[in-house]
């Protein structure tokens, strides 16, 4: 044991690959579990302390596959969490290899979510306060997002945030580096939100996503933590999470909020963002959207939301379907099929059938359907009660918004 500690120690004094290959390879497999925990450890502490073998070992495949093996086999504890070292050092290669050119994000997730964490115990090496806490996970997840993972970037951000909900994370500082620690937390805390609102939005939940959105571009209007552009851009994308979001009246709850929100008028200056305002107000005011319109949107999606649905309709071309559908109902009391299809642009008569058949069926719309004639004859079903109580509705939903943006702005300060 102790000559292949030493073989170890010479091969990455030397930078000798093939031979420390050699030792974690054919030797490594006659050794006992416990010998290989201590030779494992040796590896990396030495490895680690060595000035000149890292960063050059990580383009190794040879050495890559060691270093693998070697994390896999380690004692409850190294000297000075040596392993947490070497994954950070792995993780910061991974995202700023200058020679390579390359960004391997996967890599450097995984390498960084395997990071040992101790919670309480102050005294242990692994000990880290619930702020760095919460930065490696998020770490992780805008790793994962930028893979498309997003199955992991979602486990990686609910854990950030149960670390921020469980130990009461806020933008409030104190001690002699309380300025610093606070515009770390502040960035944390913005890094969180935002990453969690894209996990929603990349998995398809745009109701939640565009409220995360929108809050996260109205919380800091009157801060300079986060820079207007960037801001009016998170509003552009609330829109776009809007407008994709199933038809209900949360959705139009959260249309009215983005509706009324000032700034929209600006996203036509935005590239990006330049039909969106258009569309949403068409939406919100129950006018009908346009082909040439909703083209013009949809070129401007990013390819999770341009996913075709089983009904061979992209996410977008049957929401403004459906909305369509419910923007025709306050025009008309009937309609045939085949002059709604007209009216509608981008579907037939059959399909334009079968989704107000749909929409009937699930209270979205009311209606009912005449096959002999072809004819659809629209039930207004919005009295005054139903309105008194969406009326209610907006009005929790504002203050619950004014809440937080209160909230914030008292953390910021």
Request: net charge negative; proline share 3%; aromatic share 8%.
């Amino acid at each position: 044991m102790e000559s292949l500690a030493q073989s170890v120690t010479a091969a990455i004094e030397s930078s000798d690959y093939a031979r420390l290959s050699g030792v974690f390879a054919s030797q490594w497999q006659s050794l006992g579990q416990g010998e290989q925990r201590t030779l494992a450890s040796h590896f990396i502490r030495t490895a680690v302390a060595s000035p000149t073998f890292f960063p050059d070992a990580f383009r190794s495949p040879q050495i890559m596959t060691v270093i693998t093996t070697t994390l896999n086999h380690l004692p409850p504890t190294v000297e000075k969490a040596a392993d947490n070292v070497l994954r950070q050092r792995i993780f910061e290669f991974k995202l700023n290899d200058e020679e390579d050119n390359t960004i391997d994000y996967s890599t450097a997730a995984r390498m960084l979510a395997g990071l040992r964490m101790e919670e309480n115990d102050e005294s242990s090496a692994y000990y880290m306060p619930p702020v760095e806490r919460c930065d490696v996970f998020v770490k992780v997840a805008e790793c994962y997002l930028e893979e498309d993972l997003t199955v992991e970037a979602e486990g990686a951000v609910t854990k950030a945030g149960t670390i921020i909900e469980s130990t009461g994370i806020s933008m409030s500082a104190s001690g002699e580096d309380g300025a610093t620690r606070d515009e770390r937390t502040v960035t944390l805390l913005l890094r969180y939100k935002s990453t969690y609102a894209r996990v929603l939005d990349a998995n398809r939940k745009f109701l939640p996503a565009a409220m995360k959105y929108h809050d996260l571009s109205t919380a800091y209007l009157h801060t300079d933590a986060i820079v207007a552009d960037d801001l009016l851009s998170m509003l552009g994308r609330a829109v776009t999470c809007a407008i994709l979001s199933p038809n209900s009246a949360q959705r139009q709850r959260v249309l009215g909020l983005v509706y009324k929100d000032e700034r929209l008028s600006q996203l036509d200056a935005i590239p990006e963002f330049q039909s969106h305002s258009a569309v949403l107000t068409k939406m919100y005011l129950n006018r009908i959207v346009q082909k040439r319109e909703l083209e013009q949107f949809e070129s401007s999606l990013a390819d999770h939301q341009k996913a075709i649905m089983a009904d061979g309709l992209t996410i977008v071309e049957r929401g403004v379907l459906e909305h369509n559908m419910v923007a025709v109902s306050h025009l008309y009391t009937s309609i045939y099929f085949t002059q709604l299809a007209e009216l509608l642009g981008n579907v037939d008569a059959v399909k334009a059938e079968r989704v107000a058949a749909k929409m009937i069926s699930d209270g979205s719309m009311g209606g009912s359907i005449d096959e002999v004639e072809g004819l659809l004859r629209f039930h207004p079903n919005k009295g005054k009660e139903e309105s008194t109580l969406l009326h209610w509705d907006e009005t929790i939903t504002s203050f619950c918004m004014q809440l937080n943006k209160v909230t914030d702005a008292v953390r910021a300060n």
